[in-house]
């Protein structure tokens, strides 16, 4: 089963995704500031992101979605690809280790 985020038929809808890349990082988070409300008075109404700008730091940051660059299609493909090809590595790595391990038997 799919998890499902409910949005009130009244708010926008958000323009990005959870887990969605960006110049900024990977969206995290988003929560919304409704009009007529102190936070939206205060901080300005409109969607809110929590972004990750590095998947090896715990560093986060809050940005609203006009603060936010999306990816190009080449440089998203280009960083998908390059972690592709991480995990790739770290595959052959550990069937090494296995194989010394189990003195080059293995059932794969």
């Not at 799919?2 to 990082?25: A, C, D, K, M, V």
């Not at 790739?88 to 069937?95: A, K």
Request: aromatic share 12%; hydrophobic share 35%; net charge negative.
């Amino acid at each position: 089963m799919q998890p499902t985020i409910s949005i009130p038929q009244h708010w926008p809808y958000p323009r990005f995704n959870l887990e969605q890349r960006t110049q900024q990082g990977i969206i995290l988070g988003l929560y919304y500031y409704p009009s007529s409300t102190e936070l939206a008075e205060q901080f300005d109404d409109g969607w809110r992101y929590v972004l990750m700008p590095n998947k090896n730091s715990d560093e986060i940051s809050y940005l609203q979605e006009n603060q936010i660059q999306p990816l190009s299609p080449q440089e998203l493909f280009s960083e998908i690809t390059a972690e592709i090809e991480f995990y790739q590595q770290q595959i052959s790595i550990l069937q090494q280790q296995l194989a010394v391990l189990t003195g080059g038997f293995t059932n794969a």
